[in-house]
Every structure is written in C-alpha cells, then in structure tokens.
C-alpha cells in the first residue's frame, strides 16, 4: 500500500470520526436547551453577620449595586439583599444590607446561589394577592389594582418561576393596575410537560393565552403583557397569534429572547464553539432526530419568529449591555426595523434580567413615560 493511500484512509477515518464528534455535540447541545436545569452551585459564601448585615466573598455578583437575593440550602433559605455598605480589598470581602430573611437562618460559613428574585411572594412585597389556578393546573397570583379593566400580565422565562415579576410588581401596583403573575408547564411550580422537557415556548405559549382568557372573564379590557428572557418571545407571539389579542395594548420585554437562533448562537459563540452546532442543534428540535434530545414531538421555532414582522403594539425593550445569554444586538436590530413600534432602553452592563436589580429608577422611569405615551387607555 502506497504513502498516498495510507494518507487517504487516516484522513477519511478522521473525517468520520470528527463527523461523529460533531453529530454527538450537536445533540448534546440540543437535549441541554430542553432539559430542566438542576441544582444551582452554591459558591457565594458567607463570611460574617451583624446586625442587619451580612459580610460575603467579592465578586462580579456581590460587589454589583442594588438589590437581590441570596438562597441557599436548595433555596431552603432565602434573604434580600440590599445595598453595599463596604469593602475590603484586603480580605476579599463586601459587607452589604440584609433587608429581609424570609427563610432559614443566615449564618457564617453558609453558601449560596446570588439571584435578581428580590421577593418570594406579593405578602413580601407588601402587595395585597389571591391565589388562584389556571388551566393546567398553573398557580398564579393575581394582585388586584385600583383599575379593574387594565392589567399587566408577568411572563418568566425559561427556568425561572412567577416570583420572577415580582421585583416590578410594586411599580405597576402604583400605577393602579391589576397583575397576574402566570406559572407555565415545565417550570416547577405547575406541571411538567409530557416528556419533560422545556419546549422554548412553543407549547408554553398556551399557557400564556389562559391567562389572557382568564383576564378577559375578569373584565379586563386593555392588557401589557411583562416577559422576562423567554417570556419576551411568548409576549411577542400571543400578540401576533393569540385569539385575545384585540385586547394586548403593549409589551414590556426586559432582556428578552427574540430569536432563538441568534440566542444560540451567541451562547456558542460565548464559549467558542462553531456556530454550525447551533444550527444542528436548531435541526435535532425541530426535524426527524428531535427524540435524541428527549422530546415526543419536534419544536418548530420559527412559529415564534416574528422580529422581521412589525409588532402589532407598542414595545418597550429594556436591556443590558454585555448581556451573556441573549445578544443586545437582535433588541437592537428589532428597535432599528421598527423605530415607531419599539422602544430600546439600554442599560448599563449586568447580569440577565438584572436591569431593575441595579437600575430601578431607569427600568421603572422608562416604562412610566412609555405607558403615558404608547399603551392606550393604561394610565402613568
């Protein structure tokens, strides 16, 4: 056998092999999208506690100004967090204001996940609330306002929970509007879609026209829809395709996923990886290998594009800059398409959906001024 030919062989055997590897990422990545996170790595640690203080690790997380939440002990201890009061860069430590402990105790030597969650429920945040249940069975809290035709409904996103609103919640509670605060399937709080799985809001969405049937039985006229990350991508396509969408009159989208693509392949690109796994990975959902990723049914995620439509409302976007998982470039790209149609509020770098956390006066600011001038009959 020739050199040539040995050289052929090792270099189809390596074609294949690197095929496989790819075949096995793509498909790694896939079932990663859709599967419920786990636990959350408990790495910010407690140094030392006053009164009404609380000494932690620095990092990026503790040394951000504004308000969030430390759990711990697979969120059987929850405190709010407030306002940094100290440093020393000696020992590596931030000492800030601990504004609330709603559960557990908080000890030296405890460790914790950092959160924006600011309250655990509507009592906390000093908001009057019914519980109530939506087809499913989806709990929700609604909080009723001085306005009983004008609501604002929250959508969280992809492995957040209700309490995720609740931050603004006050905000539009002022304003004399009545809230719902919606679970959907998959997320822990109502149940798990058959197979398990996150469904990036395909099968989602049908939770969010529940609750807007749910609003219009109670009389509501004149509905904002508030989606956080995914939530955003549902809020956009309830208003293009929700049979109640006659009564949508604007949308409050803070660090939102439009395009799941573009959020693909921005996270591929976050950890330099080639951006043909996200487009595999888009494929394994949505074509015949869409079981390899756990699912019992393809997810079409084109049925959610709609940034090259014009929105049928008025949008605000609200969004970090340096934002690791969705691009602030699709936000802007939307506000650029449609200039009359959609407002961009940047914000300075943060965490996702951290914008309120460190910025409340801009986040609630701007949306004040674009609901007295683009939401219809809502009042600022």
Not at 194 to 203: I, M, N, Q, R, T
Request: glycine fraction near 12%.
């Amino acid at each position: 056998m020739s050199v040539l030919h040995v050289r052929i062989l090792l270099g189809g055997a390596t074609a294949i092999a690197a095929a496989s590897l790819a075949g096995w990422a793509t498909v790694r990545i896939a079932k990663a999208l859709v599967t419920p996170a786990g636990r959350h790595r408990e790495r910010i640690r407690v140094v030392a506690t006053g009164d009404g203080t609380v000494t932690l690790l620095a990092d990026k997380d503790t040394l951000t100004p504004g308000v969030f939440s430390l759990y711990w002990g697979n969120r059987s201890g929850h405190a709010r967090i407030g306002q940094v009061l100290g440093k020393d860069a000696k020992d590596g430590t931030v000492t800030r204001r601990v504004e609330a402990v709603y559960a557990g105790r908080l000890e030296p030597g405890t460790s914790g996940y950092w959160s924006g969650y600011v309250y655990p429920s509507p009592g906390a945040a000093g908001l009057p609330s019914e519980d109530i249940t939506l087809p499913g069975p989806a709990p929700a809290w609604l909080i009723p306002g001085a306005d009983q035709s004008s609501w604002v409904i929250h959508i969280h996103g992809l492995g957040g929970r209700r309490a995720t609103g609740l931050r603004t919640a006050p905000f539009f509670h002022r304003h004399g509007l009545t809230q719902l605060l919606i679970s959907y399937r998959g997320d822990g709080d109502a149940p798990p879609t058959a197979d398990g799985k996150h469904h990036l809001g395909v099968s989602e969405l049908a939770d969010v026209d529940a609750a807007l049937a749910y609003a219009a039985g109670k009389g509501a006229s004149s509905i904002v829809l508030s989606g956080w990350s995914m939530g955003a991508i549902m809020g956009l396509a309830a208003a293009h395709t929700s049979e109640h969408r006659h009564l949508i009159r604007g949308l409050v989208l803070t660090a939102p996923v439009l395009d799941w693509h573009q959020t693909v392949l921005s996270n591929m690109a976050a950890v330099r990886l080639p951006a043909a796994l996200a487009v595999g990975a888009s494929r394994v959902l949505g074509g015949p290998l869409y079981r390899f990723a756990g699912l019992h049914q393809p997810l079409d995620l084109r049925a959610l594009g709609f940034t090259e439509v014009a929105p049928p409302v008025p949008v605000i976007i609200l969004h970090g800059g340096g934002d690791a998982s969705t691009p602030i470039r699709v936000s802007e790209e939307f506000a650029a398409r449609f200039p009359d149609l959609v407002r961009l509020v940047r914000f300075p770098a943060c965490r996702h959906t951290q914008e309120w956390n460190s910025w409340p006066e801009l986040w609630e600011g701007s949306v004040a001024g674009w609901l007295h001038n683009n939401a219809g009959s809502l009042n600022a």
